[in-house]
């Protein structure tokens, strides 16, 4: 017998079956319902639910055949007018017989898989999010040497003595069937230290553009989450049917084998915790990659998830904050803290919508993991398990889940990675460079204003220069004429280049022998005070005017001797 493709649909007085059954005929089915037990059956499919509330055959029921689509419609009249039926669209739940029997016989489960009459969920107590803690204890010998659990609920043991070959690929731990829950951790610590880039770290907190631009998308629940707040008189049971699934996802809960687990309070509570941390991860992946899987994608979340990597255990909501908040900026491409709280606030988004919204995570995990290999290895530890499962958890305590992670306050101190100090020294050093620049360009500016002046002060020597030049080129009287016109002030005396008795310079004296140019004891390229280049040229001057005294004087003594040695006529 086949199991059919069906889907539940409800208004405030019917429930309505769809069942797609193509090849069936239709002259030869069968339906029958009574309470909360519904069958269909029409060669060769076979169909039995188990309904979340109560029907009755009253005379206004009805059906319908699309022979086009292959399509059964029956609306069956619901016992409770205006009663809403809750988790119609958990399909695995549904095709539940109605009395399971555990494999194990003298032990009852209570509450399994049987829907009370008023398909009302029965709640346990508040939830208590902390684990008791006892002393420690030595371990005995025999302890020691038995094999260590892990899996769903820590239900499994002994299967990586098989797996050797693809242990490695999947999981960083080495020996997961016979290393302890304290030495996983310890191992676990030690290998996020080791593995912490701290420039990985500062290029994505300094360079973060394209941490903002992934922040920026909306993941699908966003919209869903909007849409609940907005309804805020419903209550909760009825927050499960905004969700709804696709053909794929119907697909696939019909293909899951239903199962009751047998757990204790504290493997309930590690189940609630591995959740807690398997959708930390795929809240970040979702997030990074803006809904768009990529071949990065299995790798991403089984790695940013302690639970699924170390096969971790866990004693409060605190200790997986802080755990998935040092694999974020150990591991993935985009190691930000802002990642980390954003994945959290999802996180807490999608345990209030309720079973369905998580059941569409686990899937959309489960899907993930069954293309990449061999991470399908985990759909059969952990994911697998968990889709069946939480279409029977309890609505209230996944409320308390996602509340415990909200009250949760995650700081950077908090991930022992010393990120507070590394951002400050960083944030130093970016200052005192910024320093170095702004001083650096100061005295750039001081030198270009220095090249400025030294170039105009070249400039007056040159000029001075070419009127020596000039003048020496003119007659004489010339030359005499404008030494009076330019220096009619000078007083000669005030130099001591000059010779107050008129006598000649001794021609073997330089200039540096009677104090020579100024221009020669100055600094080259400094700069150079007013009062300086007027001496320069009062001294150019005078040095000018001395020659032609001295060339004057050189000239009236042979006018002499040649007066002496021609006799008078």
């Known amino acids: 017998m086949l199991t059919p493709a069906f889907d539940l649909s409800q208004d405030p007085d019917f429930l309505t079956v769809a069942i797609r059954v193509p090849y ?85 489960e209570l509450g399994g898989s049987e829907v009370s009459e008023e398909g009302v969920e029965e709640d346990d107590e508040e939830f208590d999010w902390e684990i008791e803690q006892s002393p420690y204890e030595e371990a005995s010998e025999d302890a020691l040497s038995s094999q260590c659990h892990y899996g769903f609920g820590d239900l499994r043991s002994g299967v990586f003595q098989r797996l050797q070959d693809e242990l490695n690929d999947i999981i960083d731990i080495k020996d997961p069937d016979h290393t302890s829950a304290a030495e996983r951790r310890q191992q676990r610590l030690t290998a996020e230290l080791a593995k912490f880039d701290s420039d990985h770290y500062l290029a994505d907190f300094f360079e973060d553009e394209a941490v903002e631009q992934v922040l920026k998308y909306n993941p699908w629940w966003t919209d869903i989450y909007s849409k609940m707040v907005a309804s805020l008189g419903k209550n909760q049971e009825n927050h499960d049917a905004i969700v709804s699934f696709s053909e794929d996802e119907k697909y696939q809960l019909r293909k899951f084998v239903n199962k009751s687990y047998l757990l204790d309070k504290k493997a309930i509570c590690q189940v609630y915790y591995g959740l807690l941390d398997i959708l930390l991860a795929y809240c970040y992946e979702t ?164 090249t400025s002046e030294t170039s105009d002060s070249e400039e007056a020597d040159s000029t001075a220069a070419s009127e020596s030049q000039d003048s020496d080129s003119e007659p004489e009287e010339l030359k005499e004429s404008k030494a009076v016109e330019k220096s009619p002030s000078v007083d000669e005396s005030n130099f001591p280049s000059l010779r107050t008795d008129g006598a000649r310079r001794n021609p073997g004296h330089n200039e540096a022998s009677q104090g020579g140019p100024l221009t020669s004891c100055r600094h080259p390229g400094g700069p150079r005070p007013l009062i300086e280049e007027l001496g320069e040229q009062l001294e150019t001057v005078v040095q000018i005017a001395e020659s032609r005294a001295v060339a004057a004087g050189t000239h009236s003594s042979a006018q002499d001797r040649v007066n002496t040695e021609t006799p008078e006529d």
């Open 287 to 450: 997030q990074v990659t803006e809904g768009e899987k990529t071949v990065e994608s299995a790798w991403n979340i089984r790695k940013l998830s302690a639970t699924l990597c170390w096969f971790e255990t866990w004693a409060n909501v605190q200790e997986i904050l802080v755990s998935f908040g040092r694999r974020v900026l150990c591991y993935p491409l985009y190691r930000h803290f802002k990642l980390v709280l954003k994945a959290s606030e999802d996180t807490v988004k999608i345990l209030q919508l309720g079973k369905s919204a998580v059941l569409k995570c686990l899937l959309d995990i489960h899907k993930i993991f069954q293309e990449n290999d061999p991470a399908y290895i985990l759909n059969d530890l952990y994911i697998s398990d968990y889709c069946v499962w939480i279409q029977k958890a309890k609505s209230k305590k996944l409320a308390g889940l996602a509340e415990a992670l909200k009250e949760v306050s995650l700081t950077k101190a908090q991930l022992g990675l010393e990120l507070d100090e590394l951002e400050a020294a960083a944030l130093l050093v970016q200052e005192e460079e910024s320093a170095s620049k702004a001083v650096h360009s100061i005295s750039g500016q001081n030198t270009s204003s220095s």
């Open 24 to 108: 069936a005929r239709v002259s030869e089915f069968d339906v029958y319902f009574e309470g909360v037990d519904f069958r269909f059956y029409a060669r060769p499919y076979f169909l039995r639910l188990t309904l979340p509330g109560r029907i009755v055959e009253n005379g206004n029921e009805q059906g319908t055949y699309d022979a086009d689509k292959g399509i059964f419609t029956i609306r069956l009249p619901k016992e409770t007018p205006g009663q809403h039926f809750e988790g119609l669209n958990l399909l695995t739940a549904l095709l539940a017989p109605r009395k399971s029997r555990s494999a194990r016989p003298l032990v009852e």
